[in-house]
């Protein structure tokens, strides 16, 4: 095994290590010596890696972001009639955002503006980017233009992060599919464009 790899190895059992550990437990709450005895490393190793507990937590809600917005950008780049883009990309939001849901209900808690601020940066991003296909589907002449594509973002996102929490504290059974035909219901423009069953 390479060096590189095992320093990638060890930074994602930390982080993983930091996830367990703010997961459950308010930010405040939480001692890099815990963090560090999960990962069963050293707490100095952990500055090897970051900066300090903010520096931390950051990177922890970040990971993945990138990744996910290149694989966001691919889908909408497809050769693919725009029905078929709209629903690969929204299962995959889907799914992204049922990962990560305990890092949105984390971001509620914490006060430090700099991670609010990192944290809002790329959040930036993946609305770029989502914004962008459905301009697409606009464009194409697929999605109604008579609302404006931050509506249709709104319409789209807000479902889907609001089924994680239904899902979990309500016991329902929302599937991601039927938001996503009930926004494609709702946002198509003409009805024979429609193709409800992928």
Not at 116 to 124: A, L, T
Not at 172 to 194: M, Y
Request: aromatic share 10%; net charge positive.
């Amino acid at each position: 095994m390479t060096r590189e790899r095992k320093k990638s190895e060890k930074r994602a059992a930390i982080l993983q290590s930091a996830f367990d550990e703010f997961k459950n437990r308010r930010f405040d709450a939480v001692k890099l010596d815990d963090v560090a005895a999960r990962a069963g490393v050293g707490k100095g190793t952990l500055y090897l890696y970051f900066k300090n507990k903010e520096d931390l937590f950051i990177q922890m809600a970040l990971d993945g972001v990138e990744q996910m917005a290149g694989r966001m950008k691919e889908i909408a780049r497809m050769d693919l009639p725009f029905c078929e883009r709209f629903f690969l990309f929204g299962r995959e939001i889907g799914a992204f955002v049922e990962k990560r849901s305990v890092m949105f209900r984390l971001m509620h808690q914490i006060s430090s503006e700099s991670i609010q601020q990192e944290f809002m940066g790329q959040h930036r991003l993946l609305v770029e980017v989502a914004r962008g296909l459905l301009k697409a589907g606009v464009d194409e002449g697929v999605l109604r233009s008579d609302v404006t594509v931050a509506d249709l973002h709104c319409l789209l996102i807000g479902p889907l992060l609001f089924r994680v929490r239904l899902n979990k504290f309500n016991n329902d059974q929302i599937e991601v599919n039927t938001l996503l035909n009930l926004f494609w219901d709702a946002a198509v423009l003409k009805p024979e464009t429609r193709k409800l069953e992928l």
